[in-house]
């Protein structure tokens, strides 16, 4: 078993419906919790950062951390054709390391 | 200009060559790391360096190599390159105070 489980997708929503991303974990451990987006053919950049359990929002993006259910999400409302992309997320004991989920490759259809 | 920086972006190379892919960071930061990243399999840690004197094993280190020149360069070399290396090389820096990364563009690596 993996540490951290993503469904790779793809995934394809028309634009402006709320997308939901998850990841679950077995590492009860884990303290830090990222999602990094990345774009066809670039390198990945941090989309959001959570410490520990609960809701982060930033603009149209909102990250949960659920420790008891070993779960993450990732909501992005009104959802844009710019927002396609693979979304990754990561998460860390807090030495840095950080162990990657595989990804879920996002559509937003016009 | 980028924060981190990697050369080649792309390159093509044969069996059994050495190849060294060169990242260079304007963050100030003392954390560095090599990822490849394959489908399916996401981000793998190759090598991490937490400051010049500490070199450390990722995950999937056999083959690969690096050395860290200096606090804004670290270089990730495959002394004999194999097919089964073909695949995309991400550098990263950490900010220490929140743990988070910040990636390259990275360099598409073949190998035939």
């Known amino acids: 078993q993996k540490e951290v489980e993503q469904d790779p997708g793809p995934l394809s929503v028309p634009e402006g419906a709320i997308v939901s991303l998850n990841c679950t974990y077995s590492n009860s451990a884990f303290q830090y919790f990222m999602w990094y987006r990345q774009y066809s053919r670039k390198g990945p950049e941090l989309l959001m950062y959570?410490?520990?359990?609960g809701n982060k929002e930033d603009g149209r993006f909102t990250a949960q951390v659920d420790k008891s259910s070993k779960y993450i999400s990732l909501f992005i409302r009104d959802s844009q054709p710019s927002d396609s992309a693979t979304y990754l997320c990561a998460m860390s004991f807090g030495n840095e390391k950080l162990t990657f989920g595989t990804g879920t490759r996002l559509t937003i259809i016009p | 200009d980028a924060d981190v920086t990697q050369t080649p972006r792309n390159r093509i190379t044969k069996t059994g060559k050495r190849i060294m892919l060169e990242c260079s960071q304007t963050k100030g930061h003392d954390r560095m790391y090599w990822y490849r990243q394959d489908p399916g399999l996401g981000l793998r840690l190759i090598y991490y360096s937490f400051d010049v004197k500490d070199i450390n094993k990722g995950e999937i280190s056999d083959g690969y190599s690096v050395s860290r020149q200096a606090q804004a360069k670290f270089s990730l070399s495959l002394e004999s390159a194999i097919p089964n290396q073909t695949a995309l090389y991400f550098c990263a820096t950490s900010d220490p105070s929140i743990g988070t990364q910040y990636f390259g563009p990275g360099t598409r690596l073949t190998v035939l």
């Open positions: 959570t410490y520990s359990s």
